[in-house]
């Protein structure tokens, strides 16, 4: 095969090829599973669980509430913004029940993101926690919000627990500012308004071509946009990751855990990895998650998952690396892990590594986009992994690579990656240009704006962000490839490398480094990567770091680290 197209044979136990037909709407998917598994565990948190059966029940009555208490239409755009508890699934299966399009929403953002989000997205509904109704109540005059209803940490608790742990949030833990939103209805209330109207109407969007997520992305490059997932993206996706899960291991057994598998749920479900693979595709299959609010509370994160036999674990590079740094997390019962995702972020050969020797099952690493609902490919798991790849392409997944040109490179050469399959984005809401400039010019490929590399076998490695790239001397230095080596020091627990002008280069490399040892110094790193890195990829400088920054899920923003380094220059006497 001269081109870099690939649609070949995937691994064993996996389908080419998934059956759209199955279902039309992302809602048949979730009353189906509600049904089916009703008496089963669904979601936990806090160290309280609720049933198929409730969600179904407590979703049922948001979405009645929705369509008597408020003058919400089918397609009208609702906003949630919440961490992973409990109101989370409840808030989106009653939202999509109703018949809105749903924009998640990071809690994280700025005022200044919220209030781009919410009046580019048009939403007039917002679900938010209490911990970020300050932030609405400074913003609402300028958005088009009609309807706020906000919830606390503990609301879906039993009364004595849930008093407790909500009055030590506000008054103990100083976690929520004091708000004035006089027109804001509880979630509870709410909830309790739903269930008294009665049952709610069955006028979800049909329609598999109907945007039903607005799902944000960009906003670490420029502004974000919204892009548009339809029913037939998100249902193709969950199908696709169900069907991956049918791989076969080294020893031909099913690497999908056994039906009401226990999954830890840590990364953020308004992230649409987390909301693809938990709220829909484990869901479907009657497993049980395990959510973590706030992962990067690591005393937290082990006391939250230690009373529990994991059978699976969602996460990515930076998170498995705090979980093994601590103490008590190799008492934790693995006995029973079989699989172990990461995605996200690029997954380091020697935390794979390390993580094997502690819990006994491989990463298999994924990678996907927000555009692409998002799964893309998937490595297998099970003993076939293949280290410094993504794996191969989910079912229905066509793939290849291009150069400057737009012109296909041959397998094993480097070029942009494109994707054609089923998941592939609508487009971005409202946003024309920016959806025909990230197609290629017939319409049929997504440009995903990643470098990679696709061999024989259909493997693919993702080499850099096409914008990442650093060009010292007119070579191309990839900054995955310095941090993949740097992170395989001993003394180095996560670092991150950009390009920053240098008179006689162009572009050197900078590296910034958070070191597990204090006596590590700058000539140690630096023959480190000697021994390592052919000579221009070398670090010219590095810079010690006690953090560096992320996003929600922990991918570090290497544009943050570009802006700091920008500013200083300007700051500098001419």
Not at 141 to 146: H, Q
Not at 482 to 509: F, R, S
Request: charged share 20%; net charge negative.
């Amino acid at each position: 095969m001269d081109a870099s197209f690939w649609d070949g044979k995937r691994a064993p136990g996996v389908p080419d090829t998934i059956d759209l037909s199955e279902f039309n709407a992302v809602v048949e998917v979730i009353e189906g599973a509600m049904q089916r598994y009703a008496d089963r565990p669904a979601f936990t948190s806090i160290n309280y669980t609720l049933t198929y059966r409730q969600i179904d029940e407590y979703s049922a009555a948001f979405a009645a509430y929705l369509q008597n208490y408020t003058n919400l239409k089918p397609g009208d755009r609702i906003a949630i913004q919440m961490p992973n508890i409990l109101q989370f699934p409840i808030a989106m299966y009653g939202a999509l029940r109703a018949g809105l399009v749903v924009v998640n929403t990071n809690p994280l953002y700025t005022e200044r993101e919220m209030l781009h989000q919410f009046n580019d997205s048009g939403a007039k509904a917002l679900v938010c926690m209490d911990v970020f109704a300050r932030s609405v109540q400074n913003i609402k005059a300028d958005t088009g919000l009609e309807h706020i209803i906000v919830t606390s940490l503990a609301d879906m608790l039993p009364l004595l627990k849930r008093t407790v742990i909500n009055a030590a949030a506000r008054y103990i833990k100083k976690m929520v500012p004091a708000y004035s939103l006089p027109e804001a209805i509880s979630f509870r209330k709410a909830l309790a308004q739903g269930q008294q109207a009665g049952p709610h109407q069955a006028n979800y969007i049909r329609d598999p071509d109907a945007t039903i997520i607005l799902q944000y992305t960009g906003g670490t490059t420029g502004v974000a946009k919204g892009a548009e997932l339809t029913n037939r993206n998100l249902v193709a996706n969950m199908l696709q990751a169900k069907a991956q899960l049918s791989q076969q291991d080294e020893h031909g057994q099913t690497i999908k855990p056994a039906d009401g598998a226990k999954i830890v749920a840590p990364l953020p479900l308004y992230h649409i990895y987390s909301f693809t693979v938990h709220l829909m595709a484990l869901f479907n299959m009657g497993d049980h998650s395990i959510l973590i609010a706030n992962p990067r509370d690591t005393n937290m994160f082990v006391r939250m998952i230690k009373p529990h036999q994991l059978t699976g674990f969602i996460g990515l590079n930076t998170l498995f690396v705090s979980l093994m740094q601590h103490p008590e997390f190799a008492q934790c019962d693995f006995s029973k892990l079989k699989l172990t995702l990461s995605g996200g972020t690029a997954l380091m050969d020697d935390t794979a590594r390390r993580w094997k020797e502690l819990t006994g099952c491989g990463i298999s690493e994924a990678y996907g986009l927000t555009e692409c609902s998002p799964a893309v490919t998937m490595n297998p798991a099970g003993g076939l992994e293949r280290m410094g790849t993504v794996g191969q392409a989910v079912p229905a997944t066509a793939l290849k690579c291009i150069d400057d040109q737009g012109n296909e490179v041959p397998i094993g050469e480097r070029g942009e990656l494109c994707v054609q399959g089923p998941q592939v984005m609508k487009g971005y809401w409202n946003r024309p240009e920016a959806t025909a400039e990230s197609f290629t010019p017939d319409g049929k490929w997504f440009r995903t704006g990643d470098v990679a590399i696709i061999d024989d076998d259909g493997f693919v490695s993702i080499v850099d962000r096409i914008k990442d790239m650093i060009l010292v001397s007119g070579f191309n230095v990839y900054p995955n490839e310095i941090e993949d080596v740097v992170a395989n020091h001993p003394a180095v627990e996560n670092c991150a490398a950009i390009g920053v002008p240098d008179d006689k280069t162009g572009e050197a490399v900078k590296l910034f480094v958070i070191a597990s040892d204090p006596n590590v110094t700058v000539d140690d790193l630096r023959a480190y990567c000697r021994e390592n890195l052919t000579a221009y990829k070398i670090p010219r400088h590095i810079e010690f770091r006690e953090e560096l920054p992320m996003t929600p899920v922990g991918k570090i923003l290497r544009r943050e680290l570009k802006d700091e380094e920008e500013a200083k220059r300007e700051a500098e006497p001419a």
